[in-house]
């Protein structure tokens, strides 16, 4: 049995952070009930590119869940929702603070209704604060937590993330963390509460190094200046001879001392303290002289720490990665389209069994909110 079965989940979350986390409850084996808008539901359902009758995003993010449309702003909407909100375990949403407020569905008057409620808010600036009602995106809560002054191109620019740093490891994997933290406590104490997961209060969370540096130290951090941002030669990526890249993080000496005699690097800029910047355009010089085939050759077996730079499709499928089962369950339209699906950090002896789960069609579940 998985390790969330019996448990409910109802999910009033579009896009990204909400879903992400509801989807590795329901990996978990929670039931999760997604409540859309009638017509277009989630608005990742219209997104391109297209798997069959829904989109790829929703097909990956909405795997296993049950769907039902309901127009909130309804007069009889609460009242539709009560019995599912009764039976709920968990509820997540992320709409703009004081929005489920005004529709009557806020954590007080659901409450109410079902007093052991885990009842989880994933905001961008909490639910309170001088910047709570702030309409934003990721860019915004990394750029408003320092995250983006951290990361410069060579030119000392910011550089755009490409990852979903606030959104993902921010939003959803904090919000999964407080949700299981707050049912055991339920355990002990029977009681439901109320879970704010402010993205942007969590970015901080990922900068331990440089909030440490300059609260315990006042060293505060400089743009590409620093050990993990371009700092050091023992941290970067240098460019191979047919355009590809070596990943080099030799961070301990005795990787480093490692890296030196692989790369052949002169002995006196082997103290790379002496001058960062020379041996750092040595090694990029001796990087440059051979192709990565030949460098991969050399740093098989070694203890270095250096890796080429993969490429999605490469990475998807790595022998290694694959023979660990990452992408062996599958997701689809419900309607004969498939794909793999996206792997979640879930161990796998905690998750459903279930290898074959398809997102949701809209509102195929709608019986659920008449009961």
Avoid at 15 to 36: C, D, M, N, S, Y
Avoid at 78 to 93: K, M, N, Y
Avoid at 197 to 217: E, P, Q, S
């Amino acid at each position: 049995m998985a390790a969330l079965a019996g448990i409910e989940v109802l999910d009033f979350s579009t896009l990204l952070p909400g879903p992400l986390a509801t989807l590795i409850l329901a990996e978990a084996g929670a039931t999760v009930t997604k409540v859309e808008r009638p017509g277009g539901g989630d608005e990742m359902r219209s997104y391109e590119p297209r798997l069959g009758s829904t989109s790829v995003n929703f097909a990956l993010l909405n795997r296993g869940k049950r769907s039902i449309q309901l127009d909130l702003k309804a007069p009889d909407a609460v009242a539709s929702l009560e019995p599912l909100l009764a039976s709920a375990d968990v509820l997540v949403e992320q709409f703009r603070p004081g929005v489920m407020d005004r529709l009557g569905l806020g954590y007080d008057a659901v409450a109410q209704i079902n007093p052991g409620i885990v009842y989880c808010s994933i905001t961008g600036y909490g639910r309170e604060g001088g910047r709570a009602g702030r309409a934003a995106h990721d860019l915004n809560y990394v750029a408003d937590a320092g995250l983006l002054d951290t990361i410069a191109d060579a030119g000392g620019e910011p550089v755009l993330p490409h990852v979903l740093v606030a959104d993902i490891g921010a939003g959803a994997y904090p919000a999964v963390i407080n949700i299981l933290l707050a049912l055991a406590e339920r355990q002990r104490d029977g009681r439901g509460r109320h879970l704010d997961v402010a993205m942007a209060d969590n970015v901080f969370t990922w900068m331990y190094w440089a909030i440490g540096n300059g609260l315990g130290a006042g060293q505060w951090p400089s743009r590409g200046a620093e050990l993990l941002t371009g700092g050091s030669p023992r941290y970067r990526l240098y460019r191979t001879a047919d355009g590809r890249h070596v990943a080099a993080a030799p961070l301990e000496d005795r990787f480093w001392s490692n890296f030196c005699e692989l790369v052949e690097l002169p002995g006196p800029l082997r103290d790379d303290g002496a001058d960062p910047a020379a041996t750092a355009e040595a090694v990029a010089e001796l990087i440059a002289a051979r192709p990565a085939d030949e460098w991969e050759a050399r740093f098989a077996g070694a203890d270095v720490c250096c890796t080429i730079v993969r490429t999605v499709a490469e990475a998807v499928g790595d022998p290694s990665f694959v023979a660990r089962g990452l992408f062996d369950r599958q997701t689809g339209d419900g309607g004969g389209a498939t794909m793999p699906a996206l792997p979640v950090p879930v161990d796998p002896s905690l998750r459903t069994d279930d290898a074959e789960l398809h997102a949701p069609a809209l509102g195929e579940r709608d019986q659920d909110a008449e009961r």
